[in-house]
Structure formats: C-alpha cells, structure tokens
C-alpha cells in the first residue's frame, strides 16, 4: 500500500508514523522555567543522535499552532533539562506526568515521584528512574508550525548503582532496567525483556561462507 505524505493531512501521517516506527524509547523530560517552576513529560519521539559528541534528540509537538508545549519553552529559556528513561516501575507514574494538567500543576507531585539534584545543571532528575541525563541545549530547530526538535548534549548520566557491572570499563546490565518503549495506537508500550541476539557478520566471513 502506498502513501504520499504531501496529501495526507497531518494526523494521518501521524498515524502510520506510529504505528510503524516501533519501540520507540522514551523520553521522560524535567526542564525548569527561568522562574523556577518544574515541568514533566514524556515524549517517544527520541533516540541518541551522535555519540562524539554525545547527543540526543527529542521531538516535541505543540499544544496549538503557534503554542508550543511547556517543556520545549522551558528548555529554550534555561537551556538545560534532564532526559529520566521509564522502567516497567514507574511507568504508572509515567503516564500520570503525560496528562494535560493546567499550566503551573507540578506533573511530579501529582505523580508522587522523588526529586535528586542534578550534579551540573539546575533541573532535577526523577529519582525512581534507572537512568538520567544531564542535558544541555545545542540547538532548537522549529520544524513548521506544530513541531519543534531539541538536539542537546550529554553532560553527565546517572545510573542506577547495581545495573552497572564494570564500572572501570562501563559494563551495563541492559536487560536488568527493564525499560519500556511507547508502541502502536492508543496505550501500547513493549517491554524490553524479549531478546534475541545475532552478531554482526565480518566482511572475511561472508565472502567466505555466503551462498553461491
């Protein structure tokens, strides 16, 4: 089946985004307005971009045209803002900080989460998450009138003490954060816990081993 974005409206193309371009990770963003008020949310339009320097990027829509959300806002303003990863744990809590609370609610008290400081940046991260980044912006590119991209380096990254194995050569136990991805439709999220591996093939052994 074929499909031309160019004559699709948005919420369509919306759609088969969604419903195709799947896990996708999770942002759970803290940012902090210059006057000192904190905002939550997640977003799963994200990914790691480069890794020198280390980079990632987050899409972030808008409430309405020419309204964009409160995290884009704040992190434009503060330049700084941390991405918290959500684990099966807190993933209730999640999707409380993802209601379209009033402007001012604080989305963590009301999700009844915990708050640690961050070690070089002001906004907080959310203590029940496994893994934190400390971010500061790069650059914030406007794309049309309903979206916007963060692209922010990594200063520094927060992991839960008993997920990492090695810590001299930064060894992680993956499987045991137990990070979800968002997926299809309304409410779907996959679990991480269901792997295979496969190793990548050598050049040398497949110019030897593949069919002829």
């Known amino acids: 089946m074929y499909f031309d974005f160019g004559k699709l409206p948005p919420n369509e193309c919306y759609k088969l985004f969604v419903s195709t371009i799947t896990p996708r990770p999770i942002a759970w963003v803290v940012s902090q307005s210059g006057g000192g008020t904190l905002n939550a949310a997640p977003f799963s339009f994200f990914n790691a971009f480069a890794a020198d320097p280390p980079v990632i990027g987050i899409g972030i829509g808008s409430h309405k045209r020419g309204r964009p959300k409160d995290t884009r806002c704040n992190i434009e303003e503060s330049r700084q803002f941390v991405v918290n990863l959500v684990s099966e744990d807190n993933a209730k809590a999640m999707n409380v900080t993802a209601i379209d609370f009033d402007y001012g609610v604080n989305e963590l008290d ?8 961050s070690t070089l940046i002001h906004p907080p991260r959310i203590a029940e998450s496994p893994v934190a980044f400390e971010c500061e912006l790069i650059q914030s590119i406007a794309l049309g009138e309903h979206s916007g ?18 810590p001299d050569h930064h060894y992680v136990d993956t499987p045991s954060l137990k990070l979800i991805g968002r997926m299809h439709g309304a409410g779907w999220y996959a679990r991480t816990s269901d792997l295979f591996k496969m190793d990548r093939i050598p050049l040398a052994d497949w110019n030897q081993d593949r069919p002829r």
Do not use: Q
């Not at 009301?110 to 400081?117: R, V, Y």
């Not at 380096?153 to 090695?166: E, G, T």
């Open 110 to 117: 009301e999700a009844g989460l915990t708050l640690l400081p």
């Open 149 to 166: 991209l963060i692209l922010g380096r990594v200063l520094a990254m927060h992991l839960r003490d008993d997920a990492v194995i090695d």
